[in-house]
């Protein structure tokens, strides 16, 4: 039997048609645009190449044509009525705020406007929320597909550590939180019987140097281990980066193994809430990321910013913080009112925060951070880490 290369050497495609040819190249306005059914088509409009199990048909969502995988590397975002879909399968919403798949010469024609769509139809700059009084909150995800979605998980993370009535050692240390370098999140699910497994995904961000978050990174984590151990569990993990030299770990392209290139201690305090496949028996008792792996998600970066863009960039301030993750920069900042506003009390008690002397409140908040950083340099350690009981799920702070 002839291998699909030898058939496509020896089989050449149907000439295309005037009118093909004039589409194709130019993009000219015309009724031939429409989505080609698969049927219709053996050979790759590009390459030539014949379509088979291994090599298959994708669309151009610009122009309908029909090429192979290697043919549509290409992702643009496109104009919403303007992007092609199957006419049988409109029941697969395509979410027109993601980059598509395009051919090369369509990515070429529909990149001048690329940056224009970047600011005004990316997921990046679309609105997004979070529901405080839901139990969502409590039951985040340990798997997500998009960067708004570890945004919302993220911005739960952090109300939940500083719930009212959450006991005093199990909550996020607001010195570590206020003076941290950068924050990783994550939510990892435990699971296996004596070979155990660990997946889960999150972001990164790193505070730039005028004191502002960065725009957020996707991460994703994996592991294993084995022992006498059986049951699961769902944990939220924040891991607080003391160091620029943490946050550029994160910045450097491959992998990150915790515990070999970043320290990793998890603290001796509270308890772990863990489901188990008996009530009571095989509870997975010590909550630790060591020896698991983090990876960045550029394709799920590229989803959210409508571009390919690094880790490096992101956290670097290259990128503008988008609209899209200010429900987690809102909960960062409610973190950070809270932890200097017994600072500005004695601030304003000593006329130093009272409009006449000039000092308005942004330098006092800056202030206060300054003399509050200073007063717990003595207390905050490179390695120090807490664990917090949240309704059905654990959570644990982790520095680094």
């Known amino acids: 039997m002839m291998s699909s290369e030898k058939l496509a050497a020896t089989t050449t495609p149907a000439p295309l048609s005037p009118e093909d040819t004039d589409l194709f190249d130019k993009k000219l306005p015309s009724a031939t645009i429409r989505w080609i059914p698969d049927a219709e088509v053996s050979f790759c409009k590009s390459c030539g190449l014949l379509f088979d199990w291994v090599r298959r048909k994708h669309h151009c969502r610009y122009c309908g044509l029909v090429f192979c995988d290697e043919c549509t590397q290409h992702r643009s975002l496109i104009r919403a009525d303007k992007i092609l879909t199957s006419p049988e399968k409109r029941y697969l919403s395509v979410n027109s705020y993601s980059p598509q798949r395009v051919c090369g010469p369509c990515h070429n024609i529909l990149m001048p406007d690329q940056p224009i769509l970047r600011e005004t139809a990316s997921n990046a700059v679309q609105p997004n929320s979070i529901n405080e009084t839901g139990s969502k909150r409590f039951l985040n995800s340990p798997y997500s597909f998009t960067l708004r979605e570890e945004v919302r998980k993220a911005a739960y993370s952090v109300k939940n550590f500083m719930l009212d009535g959450v006991i005093k050692d199990q909550s996020i240390p607001l010195p570590l939180l206020t003076n941290a370098q950068g924050i990783a999140f994550l939510t990892v699910l ?107 998600r550029p394709d799920v970066n590229r989803e959210f910013y409508g571009k390919d863009v690094t880790a490096a960039e992101l956290l670097s301030g290259q990128e503008r913080p988008p609209i899209a993750a200010q429900p987690l920069y809102d909960a960062l900042e409610a973190v950070a009112i809270r932890f200097v506003s017994p600072c500005l009390v004695v601030l304003k008690v000593v006329g130093l925060c009272s409009p006449a002397n000039g000092l308005n409140r942004a330098a006092a908040v800056s202030a206060a951070r300054y003399a509050m950083s200073q007063s717990m340099t003595a207390n905050t350690q490179p390695a120090a880490a807490a664990s917090l009981s949240s309704g059905r799920k654990s959570s644990s702070t982790v520095s680094i």
């Open 190 to 296: 435990k699971v296996g019987f004596v070979l155990t497994g660990r997946l889960g995904t999150g972001l990164v961000l790193s505070k730039l140097p005028d004191g502002s978050w960065s725009a957020p990174s996707a991460i994703g984590t994996a592991g294993i281990g084995w022992g006498a151990q059986i049951g699961g569990e769902v944990t939220d993990f924040v891991i607080i980066l003391n160091t620029r030299s943490a946050v550029d770990t994160f910045c450097a392209q491959g992998q990150v193994n915790l515990g070999a290139e970043l320290g990793v201690a998890a603290g001796p305090l509270g308890r772990v809430a863990a489901g188990s496949m008996e009530a009571g028996i095989g509870l997975f008792i010590g909550i630790s990321l060591e020896g698991s792996v983090i990876v960045a």
